[in-house]
C-alpha cells in the first residue's frame, strides 16, 4: 500500500522521510483519513479465510482463555484456530477472547469501562 499512497499523494518516492514538507505532511493526512476505493468486483468466500490453525479451541478453556496444558498461559485472536466464515467478526473474537484473557490473567483488570 505504501507506494500507492505516495503515489496518491505527488510526493516523490524517494523523498527521505525527514525531507518531507509540512504540505506534504497534510496531503499525507488527508489522503489518510480519507482514501477512498472503488470496488469492482466481489472475491469468492473461499478467498476471505487468509489465515488458517492456530491453538485448538479444545486446549483453552473458553472462560478465561487460560491453556488446559500449561497453566498461566493465555491465548487471544488470530493465535486461536477459530476459522470460520466469519465475516469480519474476528475482531470481535479478538476483542472478547484478549479482553477473557486479561481479565483471568493473574493481577489483570478489566481496565475503563
Known amino acids: ?3 500507492v499512497v505516495i503515489g ?3 510526493i516523490d518516492g524517494s523523498t527521505k522521510a525527514n525531507s518531507i514538507t509540512k ?3 497534510r496531503s499525507l493526512l488527508r489522503l489518510l483519513k480519507c482514501f477512498e476505493l472503488k470496488v469492482s468486483a466481489k472475491r469468492p468466500i473461499e ?3 487468509i489465515t488458517s ?3 485448538s479451541t479444545n486446549e483453552i478453556d473458553p ?3 487460560c491453556s488446559k496444558l500449561v497453566k498461566g498461559l493465555y491465548f487471544a485472536g488470530e493465535i486461536i484456530d477459530a476459522d470460520a466464515y466469519t465475516g469480519g467478526f474476528n475482531l470481535q473474537i ?3 477472547t484478549g479482553r477473557a484473557a486479561g481479565e483471568s490473567f ?3 483488570s478489566p481496565g475503563p469501562e
Open 1 to 3: 500500500m505504501i507506494p
Open 8 to 10: 496518491r499523494t505527488g
Open 23 to 25: 504540505e506534504q505532511r
Open 47 to 49: 478467498e476471505a479465510v
Open 53 to 55: 490453525g492456530g491453538v
Open 63 to 65: 472462560a478465561t482463555m
Open 94 to 96: 479478538a476483542w472478547s
Open 106 to 108: 493473574p493481577g489483570g
